[in-house]
């Protein structure tokens, strides 16, 4: 069962990110783009490394276990609206792929390091190996669900605010909805068919992602209600 002080972690989290990436991008524009994607990059690679360990969610009327990484994914979603809503869709796009590359090189650097023989006197090899030693399977269902949700997220984020220029809480949670959705089903769907009951995951990583995704919408709002206020002379 979470504890808690998980939710308050959460919070702080999200509002020192949010203030943090609001002040750069008004202050700062020249360099809003290059923290904004920084912030997304440690997202990503933060996630893939805790979305080996499966965890409870306990909404009191009914459990669900997902990845650990589920805490995560909703930052993701809500960095590629801020650098959308500042920086437009081509941009968007090129930060998702310059996260890719940043995760593929993650991966080549923690493989060529499982290649290396362990020192005699390091006593959590074992361990080491179970956390790091990520299946082709994993790896595949990772990679295909991002570049497909994030991209599908800039796009649908895009075509909202063409829509409803004024209403920043509909093009978010919708785009957000969208994607972390369909981002559960592709996942698990790739990683887990054939080796474990895959409904019940899907299910699982659905609720709580779009839970949560939902939970840092006010975050997303004061992120552009920041960006427009005047300046004080």
Known sequence: MIIPEIWIYWILSMTIVTYASAYVVKNYREIGYTALVGFYILYLTMSQIIATRFVEFDLLVITFYAPAAVLIYPFLAQAVDMINEVYGEYKTHIAIGIAFVANVLMIIILAMSNMMEAAPFFEYE??????????????????????????????????????????????SVFSDVISL?????????????????????????????????TLDTPWFVWYKKYLSKPEIK
Do not use: H
């Not at 790896?139 to 220029?165: G, H, M, T």
């Not at 981002?183 to 709580?208: E, H, K, N, R, W």
């Open 181 to 213: 959705s369909l981002d559960s089903i592709i996942f698990v769907t790739v990683a887990f068919y054939g080796i474990v009951p895959i409904m019940p995951l899907i299910i699982g990583q659905i609720v709580m992602k779009n839970l949560i995704g």
């Open 126 to 171: 074992s361990a080491w190996e179970s956390l790091f030693s990520l299946s082709i399977r994993i790896i595949i269902a990772s990679w295909l669900s991002y570049l497909v949700c994030q991209n599908l997220d800039a796009y649908i984020f895009s075509r909202l605010k063409e829509k409803f220029p004024e209403n920043i809480v509909v093009r």
